[in-house]
DNA sequence: GCCAACGTTGGC
DNA sequence: GCCAACGTTGGC
């Protein structure tokens, strides 16, 4: 899940409360389906920082609740604001994002690096889905391969 | 700041 | 329902 950090960053959602960070400002109808539709409580998320100097996977996190109607759709002072959604009949939903653990950086260049994951949507050229799912082979490789490295 | 990629809008 | 125009994303 992209965050630009200057937002969130991981720190910002490892300092949080215990629920997590309401993934509030989604308005891509193929992101919100998985939210809907693919995450489950408790699956786990690369923390990923986007729009900024280092993008890349910064932390761990996981998904703390099912989905329900991001608040910021109807409020209209808000930049994520949709005069077209009302309560009644929602358009866009989040889920509850808990931070589990800061990791190091681990960069674009580097993802690219390891042929393991070149399938991964977030390396796709062109790619702009600001989530993304990964699939269980490229979880494992990138906990059991990337995160384990030092930094430097 | 550039610009490729791609989603959305709206006239027809 | 097509598709050109337009807006946004996001790495570089």
């Given at each position: 899940m992209k965050s630009e950090p200057d937002e969130t960053s991981i720190d910002d959602a490892l300092a949080a409360k215990a629920d997590g960070v309401p993934w509030t400002g989604v308005r891509n109808y193929q992101a919100r389906n998985f939210m809907r539709d693919a995450m489950?409580?408790?699956?786990?998320?690369?923390?990923?920082?986007?729009?900024?100097?280092?993008?890349?996977?910064?932390?761990?996190?996981?998904?703390?609740?099912?989905?329900?109607?991001?608040?910021?759709?109807?409020?209209?002072?808000?930049?994520?604001?949709?005069?077209?959604?009302?309560?009644?009949?929602?358009?866009?939903?989040?889920?509850?994002?808990?931070?589990?653990?800061?990791?190091?950086?681990?960069?674009?260049?580097?993802?690219?690096?390891?042929?393991?994951?070149?399938e991964m949507i977030i390396l796709r050229r062109g790619n702009r889905l600001s989530i993304t799912p990964v699939t269980t082979a490229e979880w494992n490789y990138i906990l059991h391969h990337l995160m384990a490295k030092k930094s430097h």
């Open positions: 489950r409580v408790g699956d786990g998320v690369l923390f990923y920082h986007s729009s900024c100097a280092e993008p890349g996977i910064a932390g761990l996190a996981e998904v703390n609740s099912t989905s329900y109607p991001d608040p910021t759709q109807f409020d209209p002072s808000s930049p994520y604001y949709d005069p077209k959604s009302t309560p009644e009949n929602p358009r866009w939903l989040l889920v509850d994002v808990r931070a589990r653990k800061k990791t190091r950086l681990i960069g674009l260049p580097e993802l690219r690096e390891h042929d393991e994951l070149s």
